[in-house]
């Protein structure tokens, strides 16, 4: 406690003292608006925090011996939780998390897309040697699974490889694994049969978790890649959680009313099936999801992605190993620069890319896109859905989600768009996401829960980051608390680290 407090000194210039006291046992965030991340109105009131929780709400009223952080009227909310993140990839690069700090997340949630670190047992207890800035916690990925239980074959495991896989998901599980997470778009995930992942799904329901997809199809088979993940959670018995749900080809633009309906019909029948969402109208992955039939040279398949799902002139590149220059640049210019027609550029750089990843089979993230092809209705549609949180799918490179997603939504679309009100924003950063995670004991500000805390201005927060510039901070982020600890004010952290693991519910918390 003394460590947190001498933290706050060091790093806070905001703090005045109630009175001069030889010990400081707590410390009051005062004068600021509670918005509590369970879609209550908003109040004015302080809160106390001691030893990383929150002790006190309401009508507080420093003691002799406490830090007074004086809060000046901004909104003091929970920490907001990203269902699905990919910022364990910036860990290596620095344990700070900037990235994510600096949008007012607290905990992120990854082993998304059906790749996870494995053992997770091992990332654990690395996390719980050296901390870093934020909470953690991991699904178990179904690719990553396939890779060591059947070499990651391009074909539906043998009930021999599901048992081989079946055993990793259990000691990942036993871990503190929030579940079994797939990737159904991706490869090796794609070549797997529905009742393999049943099966798997039955491990995670064992353990009382739960089941995230990156569905098998976002665009023209959008429909029956949602019924999949229904059947599955139905077979199965585990929540399901849809991953960052799009629509992403114009002939289904404006069909969002059908997707809910096809949810909502699901959760009425049983199925605990949910969803989370970027506020963005462009995505982000590999070259590869470029091609509907998973052959990467189909020119028929690719020229009707590029027709009706993301144009030339929408298509950039993020990464591109083989030949940097090219980062930046969309396709449509790099085919007026070639003089040539866009499918036949990008054939010609999906073979590069591969022949590239052959070369250098150890070296990860060879290359990406990011692709506009969803409508904003659509995004907004689904982003209201009372059963849909809020995540950012990012990591701190290339697509400005990795730093701009959680004050993107406060500022856009509460403040300027007004397509919900802020406590309901919130919420669905916090309340709603600790919900759809298991998780207890963080995601509203309420007495005993962890002090996760966000302090924001409701006026001014928005994204600033963009294609051109990606790592720009958001604005109106004032401070931030993980685990009662100052990580992050003016527009820098503190460096200081005190995220914990968060295992699955029935493990810890």
């Known amino acids: 406690m003394k460590q947190l407090l001498a933290l706050l000194l060091a790093t806070t210039p905001l703090l005045a003292f109630a009175a001069a006291a030889p010990t400081l046992d707590s410390a009051v965030i005062s004068d600021v608006i509670i918005i509590d991340g369970t879609g209550a109105p908003a109040r004015k009131g302080s809160v106390r925090i001691a030893d990383g929780r929150i002790v006190a709400v309401g009508d507080v009223i420093p003691g002799n011996s406490e830090v007074v952080i004086e809060g000046g009227g901004k909104v003091l909310a929970p920490g907001f939780i990203d269902t699905h993140s990919h910022h364990d990839a910036d860990i290596p690069k620095s344990a700070d998390m900037l990235a994510v700090t600096s949008q007012g997340v607290t905990t992120i949630i990854v082993g998304q897309d059906g790749v996870s670190q494995s053992p997770l047992r091992a990332l654990f207890a690395r996390l719980e040697k050296d901390p870093i800035a934020v909470n953690l916690g991991s699904y178990s990925g179904h690719n990553t699974l396939r890779e060591q239980g059947m070499n990651a074959a391009r074909r539906p495991a043998t009930e021999e490889e599901i048992a081989r896989m079946s055993q990793l998901l259990e000691d990942d599980m036993a871990a503190g694994a929030f579940g079994l997470s797939t990737g159904l778009l991706y490869e090796t995930g794609n070549f797997s049969s529905t009742e393999e992942v049943i099966a798997l799904a039955k491990v995670s329901a064992r353990f009382g978790g739960r089941y995230i997809s990156h569905i098998r199809n976002e665009g023209f088979e959008l429909m029956p890649a949602l019924q999949e993940a229904i059947d599955i959670g139905r077979a199965s018995g585990v929540p399901v959680q849809v991953s960052h749900i799009k629509i992403s080809v114009k002939k289904l633009w404006g069909t969002s009313d059908k997707v809910l309906e096809l949810l909502n019909h699901a959760r009425a029948s049983g199925v605990d099936i949910t969803a989370d969402i970027y506020p963005y ?60 027609p866009p499918v036949d550029v990008y054939l010609g750089l999906m073979k590069q ?21 969803m409508n904003e209705d659509d995004v907004i549609h689904l982003m209201t859905w009372e059963h849909t949180n809020i995540c950012s799918d990012g990591v701190s490179i290339s697509h400005p989600r990795g730093h701009g997603t959680f004050p993107r939504v406060l500022g856009r679309y509460v403040r300027e768009k007004k397509v919900m009100s802020l406590e309901e924003g919130v919420y669905k950063m916090t309340g709603l996401a600790a919900k759809h995670l298991g998780i207890t004991a963080r995601g509203t500000i309420a007495e005993g829960n962890r002090a996760d805390l966000v302090l924001f201005d409701p006026a001014t927060i928005m994204d600033r980051a963009t294609l051109e510039n990606p790592t720009a901070l958001s604005a109106g982020i004032e401070k931030v608390w993980v685990n009662g600890t100052l990580v992050y004010q003016d527009r820098r952290t503190t460096g200081a680290h005190p995220g914990l693991v968060i295992r699955a519910p029935t493990k810890t918390e």
């Open 281 to 340: 109208t462009f995505w982000q992955s590999t070259m590869r999801a470029m091609f509907p039939n998973k052959v990467y040279d189909d020119r028929e398949g690719l020229a009707l992605m590029l027709k009706e799902s993301t144009p030339p002139e929408g298509l950039y590149f993020s990464r591109f190993q083989p030949d940097p220059s090219i980062v930046g640049k969309s396709l449509a210019q790099l085919a007026k620069e070639r003089n040539a």
């Open 353 to 373: 890319a591969i022949a590239y990843q052959k070369a250098h089979p150890n070296e990860e993230r060879v290359e990406s896109v990011i692709g506009t092809s």
